[in-house]
Structure formats: structure tokens, C-alpha cells
């Protein structure tokens, strides 16, 4: 009965930017690490970022500097800026998110296309 909804997705021009948002709703009763992955066609899921329930922040080489990731704990949601935008950050992005004794779920992921 956990759900994860994602949505900012979409079709955006190199150098732009997009805000991703994750909601999680249900049968959750705290979070705590929370965090986005990418998955580009015919390559392996990865971590973009991940925020702890302390707000401790790691990025992705490929991403830090240009991506944000936080969190709002009174609306059970993380978000993901996403600014700079290079074609090689086209995937479907992924929510996870950690409830307590290491329970994980995912959301469905949204599509992030980024034009040359």
C-alpha cells in the first residue's frame, strides 16, 4: 500500500533545467534516507543522490554541482533540481526511498530528456 509518485519530467533543452519531485504516501510511517537513480536505455540503474533523515547530502560525480537534492519531511517528499542539463542526463529517474529496518521502495520513474 506504499506508493511513490514522481513527476517534473519531460522534454527540456541542454542547459536547462527540471525540478523533480517524489511524493511518498500509504503505509509509511517515517523515512529516512531518501534518494533518486537513473536509468538510461541498455545501462545499469545508478545513484544520482541520496539525502539522509539528518539532511546529509552525496552526489553522483557526473551531477555535483549541477543537481540538488532535498527534502520535505511535513510533506513526505524529496525533490531533485536539476539545472545545467547535458544530453548525457537523459534517463528515467527513479525515487527511493527508505523507511525504518531497510525497507525500500520505488517509485514508477519519469522520463528526462535533454536535447543537443
Known amino acids: 500500500q506504499v506508493q511513490l509518485v514522481e513527476s517534473g519530467g519531460g522534454l527540456v533543452q541542454a542547459g536547462g533545467s527540471l525540478r523533480l519531485s517524489c511524493a511518498a504516501a500509504?503505509?509509511?510511517?517515517?523515512?529516512?534516507?531518501m534518494s533518486w537513480y537513473r536509468q538510461a536505455p541498455g545501462k545499469q540503474r545508478e545513484l544520482v543522490a541520496i539525502i539522509t533523515s539528518s539532511a546529509l547530502t552525496n552526489y553522483a560525480d557526473s551531477v555535483k554541482g549541477r543537481f540538488t537534492i532535498s527534502r520535505d519531511n511535513a510533506k513526505s517528499t524529496v525533490y531533485l533540481q536539476m539545472n545545467s542539463l547535458k544530453s548525457e542526463d537523459t534517463a528515467v529517474y527513479y525515487c527511493n526511498v527508505e523507511s525504518p529496518r531497510s525497507h525500500y521502495y520505488w517509485g514508477r520513474g519519469t522520463q528526462v530528456t535533454v536535447s543537443s
Open positions: 500509504g503505509s509509511i510511517s517515517s523515512i529516512n534516507t
